[in-house]
């Protein structure tokens, strides 16, 4: 297991239900993913999967890809809290945190996750800005005279 990584089994202090927890990261965007025993209810920051992605279809199938592969897809209810960077950033950063949350709840899972590289951290991110610079690598025109 990476340095840094929380993903664990507990259970829910309010239901006593037993749930499995996957932190995912993409860009600057954190996800931490409890899934529960379910009807396939997902509710990302207090709001429905359809009502916090709006009408980008795009989105909920990357966050459905990993329960698509294991044949899970209204086997769980998530809760999932997500922070920081764009609505893009957000859902790969759900994607690898429901990944990590399955292996957790099957540990066979995991060759196939890994093999569909829903289990690599992706690290890219933006680069930062230089000094004397526009941007990361854009330099000022240059003028001859």
Partial sequence: MEAGTATQE???Q???NRYYYGVGRRKSSVARVRLFPGQGNIMVNNRSLQEYF???DVYQTIIAEPLRLMNL???FDMQIRVTGGGLSGQAEAIRHAISRALTEF?????????Q?????RDARVKERKKVGL???R???QYTKR
């Fill in 10 to 12: 507990t259970t829910n």
């Fill in 14 to 16: 309010q239901s006593g």
């Fill in 54 to 56: 709006g009408n980008r």
């Fill in 73 to 75: 897809v209204d086997r």
């Fill in 106 to 114: 099957d540990a066979e899972f995991r060759p196939a996750l890994k």
């Fill in 116 to 120: 569909a590289g829903l289990l690599t």
């Fill in 134 to 136: 526009k941007r990361a």
């Fill in 138 to 140: 854009k330099a000022p």
